[in-house]
Nanobody, 124 residues
């Protein structure tokens, strides 16, 4: 089992920044990739950013490329999502997720463990 706990969400103005954290615990050695997803009201959950651990590669949704950065602190067993130049369209509940297999890493169904989510609201 893997446990994920997100934190760092909040209200920010258009153009502002936030950093989300995802603390991992449990059988973290089984994790092969971590992802950040988001879900806005009335919309499906969508991929935002991912980090493949074995080669330290990162990948992003096109609309956040260059604004968001996913990173990992091994000593703290924590994954971060640094979000800059936030836009009202980024408003959503953000979830971190852990994948045990390295397939279809932009798809929510490929992730086995999920955090509870943290709300990000960007005011215009």
């Amino acid at each position: 089992q893997v446990q994920l706990v997100e934190s760092g969400g909040g209200l920010v103005q258009n153009g502002g920044s936030l950093t989300l954290s995802c603390a991992t615990s449990g059988n973290i050695f089984s994790i092969n990739a971590m992802g950040w997803f988001r879900q806005a009201p009335g919309k499906e959950r969508e991929f935002v950013a991912g980090h493949r651990w074995f080669d330290d590669s990162t990948y992003y949704k096109d609309s956040v490329e260059g604004r968001f950065t996913i990173s990992r602190d091994n000593a703290k067993n924590t994954v971060y999502l640094q979000m800059n130049s936030l836009e009202p369209e980024d408003t959503a509940v953000y979830y971190c997720a852990a994948a045990l297999q390295l397939i279809h890493l932009r798809t929510p169904g490929s992730y086995k463990y999920w955090g509870q989510g943290t709300q990000v609201t960007v005011s215009s």
